[in-house]
């Protein structure tokens, strides 16, 4: 089991085919998604071949004439060392703009290198055309045609190694697309093209042969992930062994690692990690040795993930194993702040799913941490997150009381719950989760009310009117506790008393008015009735007045049977 965080994921490179067309194909590709590539039977999308004009739009030409030679681009010129080097991704200025001929391709005009690569970066923003998505996909296979087309148009000028490089690397993207929608003979076209320029006198076109090569290999694996890893580390290794590696290599080998974490291959994706830091350590571009040390932070983070994982696996002395990852993580000098933001995740994660005393460990860890750093703002803000998790923690055990009034301004009496179970949820209208947990509270309120359980809810709207709109219409069995004074939402006392920072938060109360349990949800609060209360009695009974049957029997109403 991987966990994985937005903070976590979004550290490594993702696999680039230009600005939008990363876009268009990105179920294509994947960026470490482990979905399958879109194919001619996923999608839907059936090689076109009725006619010569179709076979002609959905084949390839020749990605590698048929001279040897030919086939090796080189620099016309190799320009000034100063110039910034042109990537295709990047938007250009205004250039040709794409016109579609009568058939519906791109056409691809004449120009300088410079124009055609203003129109292929038109063609990377260009949105796919069509009604449905097997026509959407039909119109990405004629964009890469058309980008594949100019690439060469470039290529064949032999201009400086600026545009060439860039040419080169449409050529390479524009074939890997089109062997992703599986477009006859274009994975083999793409293949053989990126051989030939492993004989180029260019280093960085002998890369880029290196690095295409690598990512057709790489998304053969992905239609594959179950497959064994090892052949995908092992041509990393090789990636790193070339002594004119550079930026192209170090992005696809952070690439196949998070290929391989999306995949549930943990520990070999730490492998490349590692190793790809190892490999750049010494490299003579600063910029990628800074960046390569990043990687080895992410490694760090995968373990400490499958660390976390197993704790929620309850595998045996998991928690031990955790907390001695998470002492080793911030010893030293001050963490940084994603260090700490990834271990504040785990030790939220940890709380919510009711692991409390772990939970308790690595705030306390999180927080001698958070003095460390020189950053005040991050200092103060982990502090006031920390104290937010230590009043939450500290509830159970102790006496709970609710302030407040009810929906028509009367005052809430939490004493007529005295000698019941009551689930207490702090909730609100706009919250999605909150809503989509009423069901299976409601559902366990009428399993469990005549053995004693009630159920409170404590709203956090900001806006009272809406709240009153949704229980007009909700009508909802249990009693909502407002805020009694002009401190709402978040602020509400009972929610400040609580720490409460997120919601859904559930708190258990048992019969003798102490908390029980937190964030008991789902299939865990029935679990947790019936070991507090007993196997469930049939529902039907108990007063549906929301309030307990002795305030409705005190105010004079007759509780329904």
């Known amino acids: 089991m ?72 080189e620099a016309a010129d190799e320009g000034r060392p100063d110039q910034p080097e042109l990537r295709v991704a990047q938007r250009s200025p205004a250039g040709v703009q794409p016109t579609v001929t009568p058939s519906g391709d791109y056409q691809v005009p004449e120009g300088t290198p410079e124009q055609l690569l203003a129109f292929i970066n038109q063609l990377a923003q260009q949105n796919p055309r069509g009604a449905n998505e097997q026509e959407r996909m039909q119109d990405i296979g004629r964009i890469m045609q058309a980008r594949l087309l100019a690439a060469e148009k470039i290529i064949t000028a032999k201009p400086e ?51 295409g090569s690598f990512q057709l290999r790489l998304d053969r694996f992905m239609k594959n992930p179950g497959e064994n890893p090892a052949p995908i580390v092992e041509a990393v290794q090789t990636l790193l062994a070339a002594p004119d590696r550079g930026e192209e290599i ?7 690692a998070g290929v391989l974490e999306q995949a549930g291959h943990a520990q070999q994706s730490i492998d490349v990690l590692m190793k790809t830091t ?42 031990p194993t955790l907390l001695k990852e998470i002492q080793r993580m911030l010893s030293g000098a001050a963490p940084s702040g994603d260090r700490l933001a990834a271990v504040m ?6 709380e919510f799913s009711g692991y409390l005393d772990a939970a308790k460990k690595v705030y306390g860890m999180a927080s001698a941490a958070y003095k460390q750093l020189p950053d005040a703002q991050l200092k103060k803000e982990g502090a006031a997150a920390i104290a937010s998790a230590a ?103 009972n929610a400040v008393r609580c720490g409460v920072e997120a919601i859904p938060f559930i ?9 029980a349990a937190l964030h008991v949800r789902g299939p865990q609060l029935e679990k947790k009735l019936t070991e507090m209360l007993g196997a469930p009695s049939d529902p039907g009974t108990g007063a549906r007045t929301g309030r307990p049957a002795r305030a409705a029997a005190r105010d004079g109403a007759n509780p329904v049977r």
Request: glycine letters at 6%; one cysteine or more; hydrophobic letters at 40%.
């Open 2 to 73: 991987t966990l994985t965080s937005n903070r976590m994921t979004n550290s490594l490179p993702c696999l680039v085919l230009g600005t939008t067309i990363a876009g268009m194909v990105a179920s294509l590709v994947g960026c470490g998604d482990s979905s399958q590539p879109v194919s001619s039977q996923s999608s839907q999308l059936e090689p076109e071949s009725s006619s010569d004009r179709d076979a002609e739009t959905a084949g390839l030409p020749p990605a590698v004439p048929d001279d040897a030679d030919a086939a090796v681009p």
């Open 161 to 211: 190694e600026k545009y060439l490089r860039a040419a080169v690397e449409t050529k390479l993207e524009s074939l890997r697309a089109m062997a992703m929608l599986e477009q006859p003979n274009a994975e083999a076209n793409c293949e053989k093209y990126a051989q030939s320029l492993l004989k180029s006198s260019t280093p960085s076109l002998r890369s880029l042969g290196q690095v």
């Open 250 to 256: 170090l992005a696809a080998a952070g690439q196949a």
């Open 278 to 319: 190892a490999a750049y350590k010494d490299h003579p571009d600063p910029q990628l040795v800074e960046k390569s040390l990043t990687y080895a932070d992410h490694a760090e983070l995968i373990s400490y993930q499958e660390k976390l994982a197993a704790v929620l696996q309850d595998e045996k002395d998991a928690i």
């Open 345 to 350: 995740e785990g030790a939220q994660l940890l």
């Open 391 to 493: 009043k939450r923690i500290g509830l159970v055990g102790k006496p709970f009381p609710i302030e407040g009034v009810m929906a028509d301004g009367t005052p809430f009496t939490w004493n007529d719950y005295r000698g019941k179970v009551v689930l207490v949820d702090f909730w609100a209208t706009w919250c999605g989760p909150c809503l989509n947990e009423l069901p299976n509270i409601r559902k366990n309120f009428e399993k469990f009310r005549a053995q004693g359980f009630e159920v409170v809810g404590i709203n956090l709207d900001d806006d009272p009117q809406k709240v009153q709109n949704f229980l007009s219409s909700q009508q909802l069995p249990w009693a909502t506790v407002f805020s009694a004074g002009d401190k709402t939402g978040f602020e509400n006392p």
């Open 507 to 515: 708190v258990l109360v048992d019969r003798q008015g102490n908390v």
